[in-house]
């Protein structure tokens, strides 16, 4: 899986992600209108507005990007409606050829985390029938639980050629809190990202695995670290534009073939039209400011890169 | 909430959790014949056949139990219409007067968390209605994002009288891979525990807090440990019987007032009737093992704190 992500990384010349993370605020007031006044100001409503504002995203912006990483919990707050909501978009964006990165951060222990594999990334068996419940192609793990909670993912990786970021080091405020504090003088971080390489030497698929990891935008020089001691595996970068960081903050998450990351943006563009930078749009045109965000994130980090 | 739970267990004198973590496989051949014939060989098949295992797992037990744990990645495996059985699992649970403990471990950064707060103890609005999507009491949370990944759950709590336990030790083999690694001297586990007893005193329910610790039954010496740490914190204590913890090893969860802990056994209960112990009741009266089997896990508890 990793290597048809860097495939498409390289034919788009784009190594970001577009995060489908919609709150209802981003939506705009034509969307839930007609969503409401289909299916009332309930679960449904909230999850037709949600849909169709992804579908605009992605319409305005699919040809521009290699993949696309909903964050299951802001459907999951709408309940069952919401999740239906998630494997439309899931499903949606497979049709228009992206790789779905699902982020879902599940983990637990042996079967409890293969169950997790199996709904996410995997197949199921009901009697005579094989189903692929949700169908993302790769899913983000949390790493707390050691090795038992994280093989059961690869094996299903290995199984049905999907993938796996491993959260490493998160971009938020306090990530810090106990990923950095100090083993035998190395942070927690860093022996999380020594297994992330070990793990990652199981699920081989070209130069890298498709055992990836998740490092914060937002914290560059333990990105360069980490890029180090995990060769093999493509960094998920998130915390770029609205969180903080920037294109220049980002060259050391790269290899020097050009590969080995990719930068999330998720509110930055999908809420592109309520920044200043983009207000000329206008609510009506939410989707094709969007797409120039995207353009000015290519731009950004490839002139970085440069 | 705390208060609500530990009120039940006083009144049915039983500091037990059922872990409703159903399994194809565990579940007796009339049910499942019965779903497929009714549904298909389907998602929506082996949904329905969950659905009416746990109902008869709840109706021969309810009367004898304070709380239910379903797990939600068993039913998760099985896409939305898994989903939907664990919702109703939730809901029938509720019926019956049980507290429910969603086992999600979610956890993510700020607003990202305070939408898995939202969607499982929560509430949100669309447009002028208010929803509780998943309704559960009490959620598993995993903290290693840090507090800005589990104080938007607090928030929820605090909100909605609802409850948390918070990952600090885990049951399985290799959860000490991260968890035991010591930070000057201490193992991160307890200074995990640390932060659970600091954000505990921002939701006190009564003598204990909002706020839990999940510290598994198989290591009972990190369990009186962590209980100095953490007075206030009710522990949910996975890992009892098929994980291989006894009655004898659980006393030092407890505090001194016969309150602090509940134990939770999940296969051990709800496969009884295909251990040797219980097999004299056979598949047709499933439910009436599990009955058995906890009285017998009370017994054991109830005789070991005595």
């Not at 992500?5 to 784009?14: F, M």
């Not at 971080?189 to 490092?215: C, F, H, P, Q, R």
Request: glycine share 12%.
């Amino acid at each position: 899986m990793i290597k048809r992500l860097n495939d498409a990384i390289q034919k788009k010349h784009a190594p970001i992600v577009v995060g489908l993370d919609p709150m209802l605020g981003y939506i705009p007031e034509q969307i839930t209108k007609k969503a409401y006044a289909e299916h009332g100001e309930t679960l449904e409503g909230a999850a037709e507005a949600i849909f169709q504002f992804n579908k605009g995203i992605v319409d305005a912006t699919y040809d521009l990007i290699p993949a696309v990483k909903p964050q299951i919990a802001m459907y999951e707050q709408f309940g069952i409606p919401g999740l239906m909501a998630y494997k439309k978009t899931v499903d949606y964006c497979h049709e228009k050829g992206l790789v779905v990165i699902g982020d879902i951060k599940r983990g637990d222990i042996g079967s409890t985390s293969g169950a997790y594999a199996t709904g996410h990334i995997g197949t199921i068996q009901v009697g005579a029938n094989t189903f692929t419940p949700f169908d993302e192609d790769i899913a983000t793990v949390n790493p707390y639980l050691g090795s038992d909670g994280v093989k059961p993912f690869i094996d299903v990786c290995n199984a049905n050629d999907r993938g796996i970021f491993v959260l490493v080091k998160t971009s938020n405020p306090s990530s810090g809190e106990f990923q950095d504090r100090l083993v035998d003088g190395k942070p927690l971080y860093e022996i999380v990202g020594e297994k992330v390489a070990e793990w990652g030497l199981t699920s081989m698929d070209g130069d890298y695995s498709n055992v990836g990891a998740v490092v914060g935008a937002t914290y560059p020089e333990m990105g360069a670290a980490l890029r180090k001691i995990m060769p093999k595996a493509v960094i998920l970068v998130p915390g770029y534009g609205a969180q903080g960081g920037q294109g220049k903050d980002l060259v050391h998450f790269f290899n020097e073939d050009g590969l080995g990351a990719i930068v999330n943006s998720s509110r930055g563009i999908i809420a592109a039209y309520k920044k200043d930078e983009y207000a000329q749009f206008g609510a009506a045109n939410y989707a094709d400011a969007s797409r120039k965000a995207v353009e000015d994130m290519i731009a950004d980090i490839n002139g970085a890169l440069a």
